[in-house]
């Protein structure tokens, strides 16, 4: 039987997943910046907005966790942590194809 914490478990998930997303978009831009590859100029830019799409994730997740009932919003935090996750999985294939 579905209780209401049991419909807020993705958002949970979502919200400890994007907020872990956002350092570890933050570190790889720091890490560009302190190496100065030539990679630099498009990963940074594109995990730059990377992290934004994680913020909004993670804020409409945690808005998510603080009402009863927002079904709709869960799902669009769910989605921008997907759309997230594919830019990550870019970024990496990025890195990995310039680098090596």
């Not at 590859?37 to 994730?57: K, N, P, V």
């Not at 009402?67 to 989605?79: H, I, P, W």
């Amino acid at each position: 039987m579905n209780t209401p914490n049991d419909k807020r478990e993705i958002a949970r998930f979502v919200f400890s997943g994007s907020t872990t997303m956002i350092g570890v978009c933050i570190t790889v831009i720091a890490l560009f910046k302190i190496t100065n590859t030539g990679i630099r100029t498009y990963a940074d830019e594109i995990l730059s907005l990377d992290t934004f799409i994680f913020i909004s994730s993670a804020y409409l997740s945690y808005l998510v966790l603080r009402s009863s009932q927002n079904r709709r919003l869960e799902k669009f935090a769910d989605a921008l942590f997907f759309v997230g996750m594919s830019i990550m999985l870019l970024v990496g294939i990025l890195i990995v194809f310039f680098t090596y």
